[in-house]
Antibody, heavy 120, light 107 residues
């Protein structure tokens, strides 16, 4: 059974760095063709794709936030990570991780999301 | 970036009715469009990918179609559990982009 679960700080202050973790189960990011993406959704608004990482370590970022994003993975713990630097109120959102497969680029399994609030 | 224009914003229907939700891409994305269902407290669910391929485990009352850059999600014979938010996503090129969402409500 494929599951993904996000975790994060809940609340942080402007200018800090947001660190998110996605814990994977039922598949491995060391397996050929597997990838994980991060997507966010401000309350009451739509979905915004942020970044992907693939099994062979290739990374892709949304150009609108590229300079602030770093995606990474740890295959030994079967986790993926996202860091966003210099956060502000506009980064307040629910953050999701989701699985992709190389054969296509849709997200076939999602986590339930973690809410992050940026506030002083 | 590919802009995805999704309509309608809101949709009200009764169980048993059929509804359609539309997404238009700002340029060619070939067939590469996915549809997702979003419900509070649940993980987003992939319904359709590649424009018209039904994800495993999704009821056959859901279907997807394409005409050029116009894509349609059709839900026949609505069930109570079908009410929620629906999003399209182009999966043809980076950056992936989503439609603005359609809220399907009970009439």
């Amino acid at each position: 059974q494929v599951t993904l679960k996000e975790s994060g700080p809940g609340i942080l202050q402007p200018s800090q760095t947001l660190s998110l973790t996605c814990t994977l189960s039922g598949f491995s990011l060391s397996t050929y063709g597997m990838g994980v993406g991060w997507i966010r959704q401000p309350s009451g608004k739509g979905l915004e794709w942020l970044a992907n990482i693939w099994w062979y370590d290739d990374e892709y970022y949304n150009p609108s936030l590229k300079n602030r994003l770093t995606i990474s993975k740890d295959t030994s713990s079967n986790q993926a990570f996202l860091k966003i630097t210099n956060v502000d109120a506009a980064d307040t959102a629910t953050y999701y991780c989701a699985r992709l497969r190389r054969v296509s680029h849709y997200f076939d399994y999602w986590g339930q999301g973690v809410m992050v609030t940026v506030s002083s | 970036d590919v802009q995805m224009t999704q309509s309608p914003y809101n949709l009200a229907a009764s169980p048993g009715e059929s509804v359609s939700i539309n997404c238009k891409a700002s340029k060619s994305i070939s067939k590469y469009l996915a549809w997702y269902q979003q419900k509070p407290g649940k993980a987003n669910k992939l319904l359709i990918y590649d424009g018209s391929t039904l994800q495993s485990g999704i009821p056959s009352r859901f279907s997807g179609s394409r005409s050029g850059t116009d894509f349609t999600l059709t839900i026949r014979s609505l069930e109570p559990e079908d009410f929620g938010l629906y999003y399209c996503q182009q999966h043809n090129e980076y950056p992936f982009t989503f439609g603005s969402g359609t809220k399907l409500e009970i009439k």
